[in-house]
């Protein structure tokens, strides 16, 4: 039987676009605008949580996340001045025999880092779904390896009920003690290709209109390209 459950934070509107991403017959351009909605919610309930807008923030995601979802985050968080730096990961993910169980990997393959990411006092990890945690826990490793969070925000509309537990168990407590998580719902089902139910639909890489997971690392988002032409523009 399908269990969700809602965060104290969503409002009707989060719910309703909830509801587009998991409709499978939403088509792309709704489904990533509902993405970028669920971002800019979820970026209001992080200034409330933050609270100080001279603070300094790390906004980290992947790829497919960057022109959606994180580009919602950084807009609801720069509308309260607060100052913002990105990290976008391109990960590839691997399904490896270890044993008697499959081991879910996510390398590195690409990377955009911007120069102010290493003077973050907060690390905001910014995900579509989170089921395993694989991608977030090879995405903030590197991360805390190169800089040093005193507060570590981990951000989605959609989390797996033992996604926290996972997650938390890869880290050394100095490091677990300091997550906090802002997400919107939590499904308890999960299908055996990982997908979460009803979740945010299916695969964000087809839902947000890409063929796969190598056509999604071909491709540069545009919020990327922005910030640094801005970035080349200032020096």
Not at 34 to 47: F, M, Q
Not at 145 to 152: D, Y
Not at 210 to 235: I, W, Y
Request: hydrophobic share 40%.
């Amino acid at each position: 039987m399908m269990s969700r459950q809602f965060s104290e934070d969503i409002s009707d509107a989060g719910k309703q676009y909830l509801a587009t991403l998991a409709d499978t017959t939403t088509e792309v351009s709704d489904y990533a605008n509902a993405l970028y909605k669920l971002g800019r919610e979820l970026g209001n309930v992080l200034c409330h949580k933050i609270g100080h807008p001279d603070e300094n923030i790390c906004v980290a995601c992947t790829v497919e996340d960057a022109d959606f979802l994180a580009k919602g985050v950084i807009e609801s968080l720069n509308a309260r001045y607060f100052q913002v730096s990105l990290a976008c990961f391109w990960n590839q993910r691997q399904q490896l025999p270890c044993a008697q169980q499959t081991l879910s990997i996510a390398p590195i393959i690409r990377k955009y880092r911007e120069p102010d990411v290493d003077n973050a006092r907060i690390l905001v990890i910014v995900k579509s779904v989170i089921s395993g945690a694989c991608v977030v826990k090879t995405n903030l490793t590197y991360l805390i390896q190169e800089m040093s969070p005193e507060v570590i925000f981990v951000v989605s509309p959609v989390i797996h009920s033992q996604a926290t537990e996972k997650l938390e168990k890869e880290f050394p407590k100095a490091i677990s003690e300091k997550f906090q998580y802002v997400y919107f719902a939590e499904d308890s089902e999960k299908l055996a290709n990982g997908d979460l139910v009803p979740g945010i639909g299916g695969s964000v890489y087809q839902r947000l209109g890409f063929k796969d997971q190598a056509d999604k690392n071909r491709f540069t988002p545009d919020l990327v390209r922005t910030r640094r032409e801005q970035l080349v523009s200032e020096v």
